[in-house]
């Protein structure tokens, strides 16, 4: 993992295990399967829901601070914590939980390469004991929406001035002929279809059988042969924002883009919009 650009931010199963016991330490398990958490996780772990703990009830928008301060205060998670992400999905909800931290600046965040896929059939300890911790004191930053989030009207004038978006989903889904992925409920969208001039790149292709990141040679010539260079400005995109947002972790820190963000929006967003283009094959 070390020839990765951020290779900080990307740790083992087996360094985990290593590191159930430090008291700096939070390990953090966010799934698309929220039942999961109960069935057995890794000792010690807090549970991370995506759309109780990091999402507006009202606005469909995230947490503002006071919501995030409390969130991470309630987990045991101080100023000085580490906190170490993941969940099932191939880490889709552990990089979104990541993502949304980043939002905040949390800068002591890390993905278990793998995720939970990984640990289980390692057959690695799980325990079904819910982890509790004293409360902290935790002060977050200011939320930025600026730097690593794009809205649809940026989208629209990225689409016009040419710049390349990603679009991760699955081929049918790009193609027009899924509103979501196969065999979930087809729902969300008015339309199927793509953003004008998005490239499919489905998220599946930058991970390994395990689970795990591929190598960054492996994932250099996966972009770069669609045009996805660290020399542009990128957006990524799925149909919530979950899988954009691992292609959006492999792009930043795995590679280094200085400019990637991640449209949250996505196609439950655009494929409603009035008036927003669309392509077909």
Known sequence: MSEYARPDVLV???????????????????????????VGHIPGAVKIDWHVDLQNPVVRD????????????????GNDTTVVFYGDKSNWWATYAFWVFQLFGFEKAKIMNGGRQKWVAENRPLSQEKAK?????????DRDDNQIRAFRDQVMKHVAAGNPLVDVRSPQEYHGELLAMPGYPQEGAMRGGHI????????????????????PD??????????????????AYCRIGERSSHTWFALKYLLGFPKVRNYDGSWTEWGNLVEAPIERP
């Open 12 to 38: 083992g199963t087996a360094w985990v295990q290593e590191h159930l016991t430090d008291p700096n330490l939070r390990i953090a398990e966010c799934d698309e399967d929220v039942l999961l958490y109960d």
């Open 62 to 77: 995230y947490i503002n601070k006071n919501g995030f301060e409390a969130v991470l205060s309630s987990r045991g998670i």
């Open 133 to 141: 911790y004293p409360p902290t004191y935790f002060v977050a930053r």
């Open 196 to 215: 004008p001039g998005a490239r499919n790149i489905p998220w599946s292709k930058a991970v390994r059988e395990d689970g795990t990141f591929k190598s």
């Open 218 to 235: 492996e994932l250099k010539e996966l972009y770069q042969s669609q045009g996805i260079t660290e020399d542009k400005d990128v957006i």
